[in-house]
């Protein structure tokens, strides 16, 4: 089932999509149905030019993410365990070392303040990933160097995706009624909060960080095509396909 969910999200990646119906374009104008190269070339500008722009990246990641203002979880209260996401870790060739992303590091960040102000008996790092070290064991000595103590932390280096994560922390605590402190990218929250809920009945989401701003005024210039506004369209429409295959499995 993993398997299936995986190859679903890399053949719904708008950038593979694209290239496919580049191919399939460039193929019949160098075939005899040259008349058939228009259908598969002017969708892929389309896509290419329409989830390029920050209107519409703004767009699918503010659905994502609109429910996890700073303002929406200031009032965490007292937390009995902070759990924190991994999303992922680089392996420079010249170091040998496994050491957490940036959007890894921003969840650590925001997972050791949250711990420190709630008062949380433990901080819970989550998350197999596939380098050479767990994320959660990169993580976990990462928090340490941060302070955290370390008979305060606890690692899962075994779960895969967001389902697995919230499987293994009901195994690990059986009070479901204890508030757990969810730390994970705002646009990531809506499908992991739903997953915990499922097994705790106390889940605080915690935005770390955001791929877009507030709303303002569109400028002509958000209408030029760019790479950074691409990248947020393919993480958001890469969640939304995580989000509905969860709810499909659920159904």
Known sequence: MDVLYT???????PVAIIVLLLA??????????????ALFLAPALVLLYGLSIAPVSGALCRWLEQDYTAESTVQKG????VIVLGGGVVEPAETGETLPSVQTASRLLRAVQVFRESGAAHLLCSAKGIGRTSEGDVMAAAAERLGVPREKILVDPVSENTRGHAVEADRRFTDKTIRIGLVTSAYHLKRAEREFRLYFANVVPIPSDYLVSRPREIRTVDFVPNAGSLFKSAVALHEMTGNLWYMLIRS
């Not at 190859?7 to 719904?12: A, C, H, N």
């Not at 007292?78 to 365990?81: A, G, K, Q």
């Open 7 to 13: 190859f679903t999200k890399s053949l719904i990646d």
């Open 24 to 37: 399939a374009g460039t193929m019949a104008a160098l075939s005899k149905r040259k008349g058939r190269a």
């Open 78 to 81: 007292r937390l009995d365990v």
